[in-house]
């Protein structure tokens, strides 16, 4: 229980158990100069929610809307390790954690709506076992539903695993799951999903989304009493300038009459942006031509604005209707057609693997990189220190739209894309114990028009499979869309840009021949029936198999040799306590290796990995390290070389720095007078270790001759 001062504000804090925890939402206390701010806690992490909005609007057409999600490493007791020892740019947990809020909570905002807003989450506390990332979602909703700021929520968060067959609510971080799924909704939809999975079959995928929807009622329910009971008044919204009802539908009918369907009916995105864009101006020119010639400048760029926002909604309008009315789409396709798919596989000379996947406009080249150990990602985060083996980047340049920007570094969108590639493949990925490589996977972005985040997916795919990594199965993803009006809907499958723009649904699905591995979805629509999803789920099955079999044609499975040019590994296990002894006093030994070319990576369970690109440089350093850590066992025979003689025996090698002693009483029956008679430098002979003495000396006897021979007597202490 935390101390205070008798006059410390009280604040209002309302709580429910989930997923038997106890989760509580606390406002009123912090952070009070804001429009909203809450304090949520589940266990013992703490997450922090602000949002505030501008007081007026800026000339935009779109939702200036920024979430933030800062991470304190005071949370779990720890000083930050950069050079500064404070917190610096968010990192890729950081972002996808602001994705997964910035996604549910955008389309809840009004129409038009043209405030800047800012939310902002800081994670206080953090428990190792209950997750900041599912309880943003959470926070912003009730920091926004208690402000002034117009916006249509609440929404609540859960997250879902499956532990033997069982679904389970809020699974602990470190416990294994088959699955694991983050579902945001309000009372009547789901509003946003984000998945991994290892393989799930989609009623499965169904059953989890009902639960996830179910369970997050009672959370959303309690965001309801406490605005009804603390929350601030919205403030008006002036409503944007637009076009009367009877003036919108003349100008429909003059776009249309003007042949409208025609130019959106374009196959090429090229040239049905090119053509969309001249058919705009040439009918915004006509309209205002029609109107009062007086209009001074201002008031008709004014006019010239509203116009084209009409032609902007005229042209859904029209694009929803031809799918809906007479199932056509833009470029020709049906609703369940995939577009045209090429591959091809080694498309680079030197890369470890690559292939480029095309699929209609849309062009990604993967490419594929094998390192070491030492090549893992750091996991700097509030979760546990910990190395990850894989990486997954998607790069998504200007010119794959046809456009010219600034480059400024990784973007959001590209860290969230490549997060889904790096879910959808993980799950059919070998084992570290299988294939102990780093593997870093690029998915270079080439073309565009929709659905680049599944290209990666089975560019990255084929390139792995080019590589030689031994992946379980093959993997391919497909994006899914919705058109609905009313009762009416529709479901496309592999949608285009347009389509995805201009739709209600991006629903992304990965997997294999026989389950999901992945699975991201958002919604723009006010409900989404589970009968949809299974349809929607059913259908990206079908894309999926019929893309997979497009990749096999090309690649049936991963080759069965690495490249020339990837170094090779060699693996061995070696005693705990022998690992000082491969490193030696300050790296001494490992620095020898390395000077033969070999990278050492050496893990505390006794795993040593050898990675070079010369594989007798690999094998002399296998048996360096072999010679530092085996130990001579009394009564073990060994394949002994000679490598020094003496007037009283020879010493043999038994492996690389153990030599035991082969008295001449023990070299042959009778007496020898001169080693050199039997024995010569180099040769090779079995030698069984008689005994070792404390100092560690090792006697030997030739085993063969063991009874031929009576046994050395110690020499008589005098």
Not at 130 to 142: F, V
């Amino acid at each position: 229980m935390s101390e205070q001062s008798p006059n410390a504000p009280q604040g209002h804090r309302y709580s429910l158990e989930v997923g038997g925890r106890t989760l509580s939402i606390e406002t009123g206390k912090y952070a009070k100069q804001v429009s909203g701010s809450v304090w949520v806690r589940y266990g013992d992490t703490v997450v922090m929610a602000t949002a505030q909005a501008s007081d007026k609007p800026i000339e935009a057409d779109f939702l200036p809307l920024t979430v933030e999600f800062e991470e304190r490493h005071y949370a779990v007791g720890k000083i930050p390790g950069s050079f500064m020892r404070r917190e610096g740019r968010p990192g890729e947990k950081a972002i996808l954690s602001a994705r997964l809020t910035d996604r549910p909570i955008r389309p809840l905002f009004p129409k038009g709506f043209r405030h800047e807003v800012q939310v902002i989450l800081t994670v206080l506390s953090a428990d190792q076992e209950n997750t900041p990332d599912i309880l943003g979602p959470i926070a912003a909703s009730a920091a926004l539903t208690l402000s002034d700021i117009p916006w249509n929520g609440p929404i609540a968060s859960v997250r879902v695993g499956l532990q033997d067959g069982r679904l389970v609510l809020n699974p602990v971080a470190a416990e294994e799951s088959d699955l694991d799924l983050v579902v945001a909704g309000s009372k009547d939809a789901i509003i946003m999903v984000e998945a991994g999975a290892r393989e799930i079959p989609e009623e499965q995928l169904v059953q989890a989304l009902e639960f996830a929807h179910r369970a997050m009622q009672p959370i959303i329910e309690l965001q309801e009493q406490m605005r009804a009971e603390l929350g601030k008044p919205k403030f008006e919204v002036a409503a944007p300038e637009k076009l009367g009802d009877e003036e919108t539908e003349a100008f429909r009918r003059l776009a249309l009459e003007r042949g409208l369907s025609n130019v959106l009916l374009t196959a090429a995105k090229g040239e049905r942006s090119a053509a969309l864009e001249a058919f705009r101006e040439t009918i915004v020119a006509e309209v205002l031509a029609s109107t009062d010639s007086a209009l001074d400048e201002v008031e008709a760029q004014r006019r010239r604005r509203i116009y084209q926002q009409a032609f902007d909604e005229v042209v859904k309008r029209e694009l929803r209707r031809l799918i809906l009315e007479e199932n056509r789409r833009a470029d020709g396709r049906t609703n369940t057609q995939v577009r045209p798919i090429w591959i091809e596989a080694d498309v680079l000379p030197r890369a470890h693997g690559s292939a480029v996947f095309a699929r209609g406009e849309t062009q990604v080249l993967g490419v594929v990189t094998l390192g070491t150990g030492r090549d893992a990602q750091l996991v700097d985060d509030l979760g546990l220190d910990t190395e990850d083996p894989f990486l997954v980047h998607y790069n998504f340049p200007p010119y794959s739209t046809g456009e010219v920007k600034r480059l400024r570094g990784v973007s959001r969108r590209e860290v969230g894309h490549g997060n889904l590639a790096k879910r959808a493949l993980r799950a059919v990925l070998p084992s570290q114990e299988e294939f102990p490589y780093t593997i870093r996977v690029v998915g270079d972005v080439l073309e565009s028009n929709g659905s680049s985040s599944m290209a990666t997916t089975c560019a990255g795919c084929l390139a792995l499979m080019d590589a030689g990594v031994p992946i379980k199965k093959p993997v391919a993803g497909v994006a899914m869309g919705l058109v609905s009006e009313g009762d009416r809907h529709v479901v496309l499958t592999d949608i285009l840009g347009l389509e995805d723009a201009l739709g209600d649904m991006d629903f992304k699905v990965t997997g294999t021949k026989d389950g999901v591995t992945a699975l991201q979805m958002d919604i723009k629509i006010s409900g989404l029936s589970s009968e949809t999803l299974r349809q929607a789920l059913m259908q990206a099955r079908e894309a999926r198999l019929f893309i997979l079999d497009k990749m096999t044609e090309v690649l049936p499975e991963p080759r069965r040799e690495l490249k020339p040019q990837v170094p090779r590994i060699l693996t061995l296990k070696v005693p705990v306590e022998k690992i000082g002894a491969i490193i030696g006093p300050g790296g001494k030994n490992v620095r020898a290796l390395e000077e033969l070319g070999v990278e050492v990576d050496i893990e505390q369970d006794g795993t040593v990995r050898l990675f070079s690109a010369n594989a007798q440089a690999a094998e002399e350093a296998r048996s360096r390290i072999l010679g530092q850590t085996q130990e001579a066992r009394i009564g073990e025979i060994y394949e002994g070389t000679v490598s020094r003689i003496t007037n009283f025996g020879a010493f043999v090698t038994l492996f690389p720095g153990t030599d035991g002693l082969l008295h001449i009483s023990q070299i042959a029956p009778g007496r020898v007078e001169r080693v050199e008679d039997v024995l010569k430098l180099g040769d090779k002979i079995r030698v069984k270790v008689n005994k070792i003495d404390e100092k560690g000396r090792v006697d030997l006897v030739r085993p063969e001759l063991e009874g031929q021979i009576p046994p050395r007597k110690p020499p008589v202490k005098r």
